[in-house]
């Protein structure tokens, strides 16, 4: 099987093209390297995939639609795009650019799966399209018409044009939305890995509201897992919920760092940021019975490992 792979160097991107590799496929991966973070750390993410004989990488835009009908060869099964312009509190600073990212570059690669007659598209959704849902635990077919970020509103406006896509091109369409990813390779804006190197070097960390937020925090493996199975499986238009299923609060996951690290935090309470959502909570019954999905990962197993590799690097 050939895939593209889009954010092939992050850190979703990178633990699926390592594990596509493993099954024996073979990849056009993608990545601008943008430096939205180091992009240091995402070449160090694809490495060891760069080695390999069955992985090409190319770096571009996924606007660049010159660029992308270079990397997807002629006999290219699937695409999984998981590159976007990430992060909840930087589309309010930006918003223009999240939308001209998430939604132009998603339209650039619907285009050429309908030109290439691709059979199917893996779309990376998130979490943050339910909102302020207050109903939990968050269903597929919950309303999300009501995003409280630019980011959101972008992954939303991601998962109707993949259905449009679909219905006018028959295009097999599965969009995943994601709960609150951690591992090893983790962003370094992203909580855990946040949290951990400030309790690390001995700085308080932020906690922007009293830490009642609760968040579904699903390890890497887990999702990777959920990839996969939806690439196996991807026919019509579905959209799947891929999390662990088991919400904690802020305060009671620094309390799991601080076990991870045997260390002690120093906490800041701040007034809470504008686009956080109060929580997430993933209902993964249609993921369980329509791919098997069985997140098997809990946050007390799962940190350890993460803070195993933050320890290395």
Known sequence: MKVLVTGAAGFIGSHLCDRLL??????????????????????????????????????ADIRDKSAMDEA?????????????????????????LYADVNINGTVVLLEIARERNLRKFIFASSSSVYGNNKKVPFSEDDNVDYPISPYAATKKAGELICHTYHHLYGIGMTCLRFFTVYGPRQRPDLAIHKFARLIEAGQPI???????????????DDIIDGVVAAIDTCAGYEIYNLGESRPITVNDLIAEIERALGKKAAREYLPPQPGDVDQTYA???????????QPSTQIAAGLPKFVTWLRRV
């Not at 209902?283 to 999905?293: E, I, M, N, S």
Request: some cysteine; hydrophobic content about 40%.
């Open 72 to 96: 997807i060869a002629k006999d290219v099964d699937v695409i999984v795009h998981l590159a976007a312009r990430a992060g909840v509190r930087p589309s309010i600073e930006q918003p223009a």
């Open 283 to 293: 209902d993964v019954t249609k993921a369980q019975r329509d791919l098997g999905y």
């Open 22 to 59: 493993a099954l024996g496929w073979e990849i056009a991966g993608v990545d601008n390297f943008d430096d939205f973070y180091d992009p240091q750390i995402k070449r160090d993410n694809i490495a060891s995939c760069i080695t390999q004989d069955n992985f090409r990488l190319l770096e």
């Open 206 to 220: 932020p906690i922007y509201g009293d830490g009642t937020m609760r968040r579904d925090f699903t390890y890497i």
